[in-house]
């Protein structure tokens, strides 16, 4: 069992940057995918981004690309999404989860085994 534990959300103007953690416990950190995803009202959870367990391999949503980046410290069993030139349409909430790597496309939901609670981010325009 992986409890994951997301923080740094938060109100910001757009143009302006956020850092979201995510905190891991339970096993070791560094055998799990990592991925970001979030989810707005009225709208479906959507993939924001990804970082295999090595680390090698990272993937972003086009709506994101250039503009948010993945990372991971498994000496800390942290992932971070930075987060910069924000926009209104980036406010949700945000999930981080983490999965038993096998070959599923981290794009998708069901690559992952393990969810957070959620951060919230809300941009104002």
């Known amino acids: 069992q992986v409890q994951l534990a997301e923080s740094g959300g938060g109100l910001v103007q757009a143009g302006g940057s956020l850092r979201l953690s995510c905190v891991a416990s339970?096993?070791?950190?560094?055998?799990?995918?990592m991925g970001w995803f979030r989810q707005s009202p009225g709208k479906e959870r959507e993939f924001v981004a990804a970082a295999t367990w090595t680390g090698s391999s990272t993937f972003y949503a086009d709506s994101v690309k250039g503009r948010f980046t993945i990372s991971r410290d498994n000496a800390r069993n942290t992932a971070y999404l930075q987060m910069n030139s924000l926009k209104s349409e980036d406010t949700a909430v945000y999930y981080c989860a983490a999965g038993v790597p096998r070959g599923l496309v981290l794009f998708y939901g069901n690559a992952y085994d393990y969810w957070g609670q959620g951060t919230q981010v809300t941009v104002s325009s």
């Open positions: 339970g096993r070791t950190f560094s055998n799990y995918d």
